[in-house]
């Protein structure tokens, strides 16, 4: 049986017939979010897949745009998470808990507000703009959950895109808090969510 030609520079599979940019853009995720992105380069991921530099540039031309693949991915990923926690049976302030607290388990070791400053200045507008869109769609789920909500009466009337950008900021306080205070001031993760749930609640139910 004649052998198909792989088309002209595209290179082999590797993992397993894994495809090589779904390996580079996995593994580069995992380590802009370990190391940050000033502190990896393309020699670094091309090592971390086991592919050549030239392999890693077929694919992406810039570190820049490996970076703006790789967090536009993960928020796409995210933003399903979130679809999966909202669309259940629960009450809103269970689906709610359940949304916080796998949020600061995923962020413990990472500062978002520092994390997203260290690469904007490297990315282009339509770079920005990228991610910025991305976001939008992930924050778009909770604004639909939240207005479902309000119909049915759960939570008072008030306008669902605020009341969804007002959660994410309460967990992204929460996220920032030094660290050694988390640990003397709340016994457990439970805890900590509980009291920004709660705190998010009490400002939900005082709107009415």
Request: charged share 25%; hydrophobic share 40%.
């Amino acid at each position: 049986m004649q052998r198909t030609q792989r088309p002209l520079g595209r290179p082999r599979k590797v993992h397993e017939g894994k495809p090589t940019k779904d390996t580079i853009l996995n593994l580069a995720t995992g380590m802009f979010l370990e190391k940050g992105y000033p502190s990896v380069s393309m020699d670094d991921v091309a090592q971390k897949c086991n592919v050549t530099k030239a392999t890693v540039y077929y694919y992406y031309k810039t570190k820049a745009e490996l970076f703006t693949d790789a967090m536009v991915q993960l928020m796409v990923r995210i933003k399903q998470q979130i679809a999966d926690i909202l669309s259940t049976n629960k009450p809103l302030k269970t689906q709610l808990f359940e949304l916080a607290k796998s949020y600061l388990q995923a962020t413990v070791d990472i500062n978002i507000n520092s994390f997203m400053k260290e690469a904007k200045t490297s990315l282009s507008n339509e770079q920005l703009q990228l991610m910025e869109e991305a976001e939008d769609k992930m924050y778009e789920v909770l604004e639909h959950a939240l207005r479902r909500a309000m119909i049915k009466e759960e939570i008072p009337q008030s306008n669902p895109r605020l009341a969804a950008l007002m959660f994410i900021a309460v967990l992204t306080v929460g996220n920032n808090m030094d660290f050694t205070y988390k640990e003397e001031t709340f016994s457990s993760l439970d805890d900590l969510v509980a009291q920004i749930v709660n705190l998010y609640w009490s400002g939900l139910d005082n709107n009415s």
